[in-house]
């Protein structure tokens, strides 16, 4: 069965540092990994995604994401961060590949926090 | 962008009561759509899987019987959770997603807090 682990349900940079939000899944099979933001009010969006293709993932807001297979890891990184990037992300992995696009697994969410 | 808008985005109820949570689609035709509950300090886990005028499809473990799914036309889904328990305190939320399911939209979350 598909899974993620988010370590660390709260980061803090400074305004200008590196972001690196963590990410490790557990799949039988190739797996299609997510990353999600949800800002205060809001729905979850969608950053980026990985389906098989390229292991380099680039997303919205200067976001990307590395699948890395031997280190089962997705982490999301971003090199500056910028004080509109405070809010909650949550990896998912699609629950199986044939399934429709909603049946998503989804870490518990890490809060960042940027400080100015 | 295409929105999804949930409804009551918290509510507070006593136990033994019942809650219904509303899942809009505004401006396209949710064919599919689903529901996740968040408790404190754990994953977001999917509950069941609606196509419009089906019966919903629940994820192990979810009693459909105690969580009511309905969704009878493309812009609506609602969630009802009969006779709440405080255990059944958490944050739900909605997705949906149209023909050709190329993209999913969020509603925004609701919590449901049970004395």
């Known amino acids: 069965a598909q899974s993620v682990t988010q370590l660390g349900s709260h980061v803090s940079v400074s305004e200008g540092a590196l972001v690196l939000l963590r990410c490790n899944y557990s799949s039988s099979v190739p797996p299609y990994l997510f990353w999600y933001v949800q800002y205060p009010n809001q729905g979850l969006q969608l950053l980026l995604k990985y389906t098989s293709a390229a292991t380099l993932v680039k997303g919205i807001n200067g976001f990307e994401a590395e699948f890395k297979k031997s280190e089962t890891s997705f982490h999301l990184t971003k090199p500056s961060a910028h004080m509109s990037d405070a809010a909650e992300y949550f990896c998912a992995v699609r629950i199986d590949r044939g399934s429709t696009l909603g049946r998503l697994y989804f870490g518990r969410g890490t809060q960042l926090t940027v400080w100015p | 962008g295409a929105v999804v808008s949930q409804h009551p985005s918290r509510v507070i109820c006593k136990s033994g009561t019942s809650v219904k949570i509303e899942c809009r689609s505004l401006?396209?035709?949710?064919?599919?759509m689903f529901w996740y509950r968040q408790f404190p300090k754990q994953s977001l886990m999917l509950m069941a899987t609606s196509n419009e005028g089906s019966k919903a499809t629940y994820e192990q473990g979810v009693e459909k019987d105690k969580f009511l799914i309905n969704h009878a036309s493309l812009t609506l889904s609602t969630l009802t959770v009969t006779s709440a328990h405080p255990e059944d305190s958490s944050f739900y939320i909605c997705?949906?997603?149209?023909?050709?399911?190329?993209?999913?939209?969020f509603g925004s979350g609701t919590q449901l807090s049970v004395l």
């Open positions: 997705s949906a997603t149209g023909r050709g399911n190329e993209k999913l939209f």
């Open positions: 401006d396209f035709q949710a064919t599919t």
